[in-house]
Nanobody, 126 residues
Framework: VQLQASGGGLVQAGGSLRLSCAASGRSFSTYGMGWFRQAPGKERDFVAA????????RYADSVKGRFTISRDNAKNTVYLEMNNLKPEDTAVYYC????WGSGFIVRTIRTDYDYWGQGTQVTVSS
């Protein structure tokens, strides 16, 4: 599967952005999906993930209550709604897809993902 992330940009602190990740192929609904982010000089960290049917989600503590992950399997797209953005949210955001054995357990480790998009830059100014 190929992934194309979009929706990044420059926003002031307190603002909002919605990231989208469009997937190619007909098997999108068989993949768990996740968002990770990488700030300059730092590791690529988990942000949010959702199971293949969308029934379960999980978030990093740093974004809980501010970010929402969702998916539309009919459109082969996963979204990340980001509200109340902070300067520390500045990073390149990557979407990823993984073939998880369980449809209920949400995976948060990078090695649980098989395919990655190219990333979209999010910059939050103070």
């Amino acid at each position: 599967v190929q992934l194309q992330a979009s929706g990044g940009g420059l926003v002031q602190a307190g603002g909002s952005l919605r990231l989208s990740c469009a997937a190619s192929g007909r098997s999108f609904s068989t993949y768990g999906m996740g968002w990770f982010r990488q700030a300059p000089g730092k590791e690529r960290d988990f942000v949010a993930a959702i199971t293949r049917a969308g029934g379960n989600t999980r978030y990093a503590d740093s974004v809980k209550g501010r970010f929402t992950i969702s998916r539309d399997n009919a459109k082969n797209t996963v979204y990340l709604e980001m509200n109340n953005l902070k300067p520390e949210d500045t990073a390149v955001y990557y979407c990823a897809a993984g073939r998880w054995g369980s449809g209920f357990i949400v995976r948060t480790i990078r090695t649980d993902y098989d395919y990655w998009g190219q990333g979209t830059q999010v910059t939050v100014s103070s």
